[in-house]
C-alpha cells in the first residue's frame, strides 16, 4: 500500500485517471484504436512524476517572489469543477472511416478533386460543402452558427429521422462538439445570486461535463437520481421530489436529460419522455436533450425516441411551447470521429430575442471547425442508395452497431457472473456502469486515505492489472453505493480477457479486505 | 434617412454589421478570398428582415405561453457582451496554402502517403503529425493540452524566434484559435464579488473578443487608452493612472496587451514591452500577450519583440517570476487559415497547482480540434532549406508580407488625403483605424436616433456604397473622437478603388451634416 499512500498525497490523481482513463481501455486491446499515451500503467506513473517534479520546481519558484495567480486568488468556480473522465472512445469501420475522410480530405485540399482515386460521391459531397464554405475553403471562418448547406443537411436528417416532423434549418447551430453547445446554452440559462441562483436539473450519475459546467458557472446542481433497481430509469416522481426539493433554496430553470444515457447506458421510453415533457412544460423549466448516443441502441426491446419528436406528437400546446435544445456530435455513434470536433444543437421555441442574443454569444467565438463542421455533414448525410458505396456503408454500420449490441449483453453477463458485482443491461451508449460491493474494511481504509472508497478500488485495479476505469464517484452515485464505468469499446476477444482480469482483481479485493485470506 | 431610422430602432444591427463586417470587404473586391455571404447590402437587408421577422414570430408565440428563458431572465452577462466585430480575413497565396492543406489532407485520409502527386516533405510531415496521434488518426480525440509532438515543434519554433530563449514544450498548450486560451486564462483569474472584483487591464481600443469576455465573466473592464497623437503607442504613465484609477473600486489582477495592436496596427518598441514587464513586475500584475499577429510586420522601422524574449533580456528576476502568457494562431500571419480553428498559449512562471486546475478546465472542453493543431504544427515548422518546396514557400512568404506592407503604406496615404481623416500608420496586423470628423448635425441625428455617431456614419457607408467597416465604438475610442476599422486585404486595384469611394463618401457626409449643400 506504500505507493498508493504516496499517490493519494496528491491531488493529481483523478486528473491522470482521466487523462488516460477510458482511453487506455482500447489501447491496451490493441485494437485498431483512437486512443493516446503508451500504456495505462506508464501513463498513469509519469503524470505522477511529473506532478512531483512540478510541485517541487513551483516550491522553488515560490521562493522567489508571490505569484498573482495563485490556488487562494484562483477564480474559486474554477476550483469547485470536478471533471471525472477524459472522453470516451470510439470504434472504426473500414468503409465508413474511409468515406468521412475521403471527403473532409477532398474539403481540405481540393486539388484533389482531379484525382481519379476519389469516387465521385465522396467529391460531390465534398464540392457541395466547399460551396458553402467563404472562399470555397475549410481554412476560412464560417457563419458563427456554421455553414449553411451544412445547417440544411442536418435540418434535413432531422426529419428524416423524426419521420417528418418539421425541422428548419434556422434552428440549427454547429458547436465545437457537443460540449461547446451545453455550455453556450447553460451560460445562457445561468444567472442571479444568492436565492435566486439557477438550479440545473441533471441525472444522478451524470456525464462530468454538467456538474463541472455547472460548477464553473456558479449554478446550483440540482440532482434527480435515476432508478438502478429498474434499469437506470428516469423516475417522474424522483423529478418531483428533486424540484421540489430544490425551490426551497434556488431557482430550477432547466433540467438536462442525458438520453441515451451516460455513463448509465440507459435508453429512454417513449412514455417516460412523455412525462419528463409535460413535467418540463407544468413547471416551466427550459429542456437540454443530449441525444448524442442517439444511434448507439442495444437492446432488442429499445429504441431511441428524439425529445423533439415526442414533444411534437404530444401536440401543438406542447410543441410551440416547451423550450427544447437538443444536442448531436461526431464523436459517437458509429463513427467516433470525437477528433474533429464536430456537433450541432437544435433549437426550439427560443425567444428570438434569446436566439439574437446567443448567436452573438457565438459570434465572440467566430466559428466551430470547419474540418467538424464538414465531418458532421458526412454523418447527416450518409450514402445514399443510387451510390456505390450505399451497399458497404450500410453492412458495416449494422456490423459495427451489431458488434457493440453483442458487447454490451457479454459485458453485463460475465460483471453478473462476479460476485459483488451487478451490472444494469447496457441499453445503449457506449458503457458499463456496474455496482460493485466494497468491503467495510476498504471503505475504512480509503477514509483514512482521504479518498473515495471506489477511487481506492480504481487504483488497485489500474496497479494490479493494467485496466484503467473511472471510478463511479465521478459520476455521482447514491450514498453508499459504488460503481465503475468501463467501455464496451474493445474487440470481444480482448474484453473476455480484459472482464476475466476485472473479475479475479475484484474476488481478491474482496477476500483482502474482508478478512478471508 | 427612412430606412437608417428603421433599421436604428432595431437592436439587431450590431449584429448584422458584426456578421458581414470586415469579410464582405474583401468579398466586394473579388479577389480569391475567404468570406461569407453574397454582398453587403444583401447581406446587411437579409439580416434585418429576418430579425424583423423573427421578432413577431416571437410576438406570436408569446402570446401562447410564457418562455422560461426571455431576455428578463437571460444570463445579464450575457446582454452585457458586446461583439463589434464578426473575425478578421486572410490573404491567401498559392503554395503557401497548398503546403499546409496537402500536410493536413494526408493526416485526415493517411491513404494519400501512397499517393505520388504529395511531396516527400509533406508525407514526412504529416506522418510525424500522426505518429503523435491517438490511433495514428486525427479523428481521435488528443491529451486535453494537444499532441505532444506538436507542443514540441511550437516549442521549438518559439526558441528560434526567440533567438535561443529556452521554451519548455510542457508550457505549451493547443487551444480552438486564440480566442479560446484568452477565455480560459481570464476564467482562471476573474473571481470576487464587488469591491473585490477582479479588474482586466485592456488597451482602448481593443479586439472585442477581451470586452466580451470581461463582460461575460462579470469582471472590471480597467481601460488604459493608446496614444492615437503618438501611432497608438502604449504610454506607460497611462498605465500607471488607469491602475491607479481601478484600485478604487477593484482588484486589477491582470494586464492585456495586444502586439501588433487589433484594430490600431501599431507594434510595440523593445523599450515600451521593458516598462510594461516592469510595471506587471512592480504590480504583481499576470501578463497576457496576444500576439497573434507576430508576422505581421510591415513598418521598416518596427520588429515584433515576444513580451518572453524582453523579459528574458531583463534578466532572472524577471523571467523567473512575471507571470505571462502569450497567444497565437493559425488565423492570422501570411497563411489566415481561420477555419481550422488553431492555436496556442505558451504559459511562463504559472504556479504549479494553478496549472492543474488550469489543466482540468481544458480537460472539460476534452481537445482543441485536431485538423486545427495539424495546421498550427506546418505554421510553426515551415519548409526547411533542404527540403525542395523551402525557395517557393519562401517567396511567396516574402511577397504576401511585401503586398501586405504596401498595401498598409497605400492605406494611410489615400486615407490621410481625405480632409476630415486621419490615418496613424499601419504598422503591422491587418488593419487601419483612421480618425473620422463627423459634424455635430450628424453627431445629433445619430443621439436622437438612439446610436453611436460612427455606427450612422458606418450604416450611411454601407448603404451608399456597399462597403462594410466596423464603427469605432465597437472597439472603444477617447470620448469625442471616432473612427472605423477597415482591414487592409484586398488586392491593390480594389483597395485604389475601395479608398476613392470612402473618401467621396465621406466628403458628401461633410457637406451634407455641414450644411454645405
Known sequence: MYRLQSLAARSLIAGALDQCSPLTLTSLTGVRHKSQGPSVEKCGQMRFITAEAKASAGRLEGKLREKTLTLDTLNPQVKAVEYAVRGPIVIKAGEIERYLEEVVALCTFPELMDSPSFPEDAKRRARRILQGCGGHSLGSYSASPGVECIRKDIAAYIEQRDEGVPSDWENVYLTTGASDGIMTILRLLVSGKDSSRTGVMIPIPQYPLYSAAISEMDAVQVNYYLDEDNCWAL?????????????????????????????????????CIEEVLHFAYEENLFVMSDEVYQDNVYAPDCQFHSFKKVLYEMGPEYFNSVELVS???????YTGECGFRGGYMEVINMDPEVKAQMVKLLSVRLCPPLAGQAAMDVIVNPPQPEEHTFKQFHQEKSSVLGALAEKAKLTEKILNAVPGIKCNPVQGAMYAFPRIFIPPKAVEEAKALGMQPDMLYCLRLLEETGICVVPGSGFGQKDGTYHFRMTILPSIEKLKVLLGKVRDFHIGFLKEYSGLE
Not at 425551490?247 to 429512454?268: L, S
Request: charged share 20%; with cysteine; glycine share 6%.
Open 235 to 271: 423516475d417522474i416522481n424522483e423529478l418531483h421530489r428533486s424540484y421540489q426539493a430544490a425551490k426551497q433554496h434556488c431557482q430550477p430553470r432547466v433540467i438536462c436529460i442525458i438520453n441515451p444515457g451516460n455513463p448509465t447506458g440507459q435508453v429512454q421510453s417513449k412514455k
Open 327 to 333: 444536442f448531436h456530435s461526431t464523436s459517437k455513434g
